[in-house]
């Protein structure tokens, strides 16, 4: 028996740029193992391959569709680009009008609907649990960046470049490629789950947009205006056991550690600032792969937590096809 699957380039609306991602489409009576579903996403090698559940009659009802994400080496309780890519193929290709929130280990993931670049996309409420571990890798050379959890099982060490042609040198994770799966030994009690990769980012300032705003209108409704925002620019680059062209979990993490603990230019004049925090993440230019991340922060009102982190993607369809299950009896290693 085989798979239905298709294949996404995610934070993108042109194909063979973004992050590559691949959508297996699992039916009600196929019940595959841990083992069959690394095997798969193994074979294609992509950065995630997303595992997604036919609905039952209970999902429908909860308006739920469940996902597994593996990447190459591991199941991963959330990613970014997997999930925007998910949302997007729900919502734009299947047209699944049964389905607003992914179920993922990490817990329930609401999307919707989103125009970005001038094309649908989809928006989703980032699963968030935001850490800043106590310098888990205090004594080597990258002690002092800070590490940082969006949830339990997917960590990043944040490092700050000066510029753009510092950002195109680094060639490898800090810890060691072979070190991705490993490393998180040294992180804090309850949280040594998943990858931990290093994220570089240079910091570009800001700029000032039209953007649409939510607002109350009369008898508690809702409407969209049109409203002045700062955003924040940033350029990435996701170095793990391989380069990833496009994290929207790792971009989300960053977003919300700058959020909680730099100031912004409101902050420097004295004010509060902002509690929403708007951000632009590029990443993969230097593999060729432009990605274009939109991350959305809210603190909460003591300004010391994070309330919502909205992130929002474009994709687009590059194959589809069919992919064999593979025998019970195949082992990951022989």
Known sequence: ?????????????????GNPLAIVQVPTNVTLSQDQEQLI???????????????????????????????AIAEVAFAGHPTIGTS?????HLHLG???????KAGPVPFKEAVLNGEAAAELAVAHNVHVH??????????????????????????????????????????????????????DEGWRNGPVVSYFYVDLGYRVVDDDDETGG???????????????????RNLGSREDPATGSAASGLCAFLSLLEKDDD????????????????????MGRRSEIRVRVTLDDSRKG?????????????????VPIPSAETRLSE
């Open 1 to 17: 028996m085989a798979l239905s699957f298709t294949t996404f380039d995610v934070f993108t609306t042109t194909p063979f740029r």
């Open 267 to 286: 902050d420097a004049e004295g004010g509060q600032g902002a509690l929403t925090r708007r951000y632009e993440v590029t990443q993969g230019v230097e």
């Open 41 to 71: 996403a193994r074979e294609f090698n992509l950065s995630e391959t997303v595992f997604l559940h036919e609905q039952t009659v209970e999902d429908i009802r909860a308006r739920h569709a469940r996902v597994d994400i593996f990447t």
């Open 88 to 92: 997007n193929f729900l919502l734009h």
């Open 134 to 187: 106590a310098r888990p890798f205090a004594g080597t050379p990258y002690g002092h960046h800070p590490v940082v959890s969006i949830v339990n099982g997917m960590t990043a060490i944040l490092v700050r470049l000066p510029d753009l042609a510092a950002l195109a040198r680094p060639a490898a994770n800090l810890l060691g490629t072979e070190n991705t799966y490993v490393a998180r030994e040294k992180l």
């Open 218 to 236: 009369g008898g508690g409704d809702r409407e969209r205006v049109r409203v002045r925002v700062r955003v924040r620019v940033l350029r990435t």
């Open 98 to 104: 049964s389905a607003r929130v992914l179920i993922t």
């Open 306 to 322: 994070i309330k919502e982190i909205l992130l929002s993607g474009n994709a687009v369809k590059v194959l589809e096809g069919k």
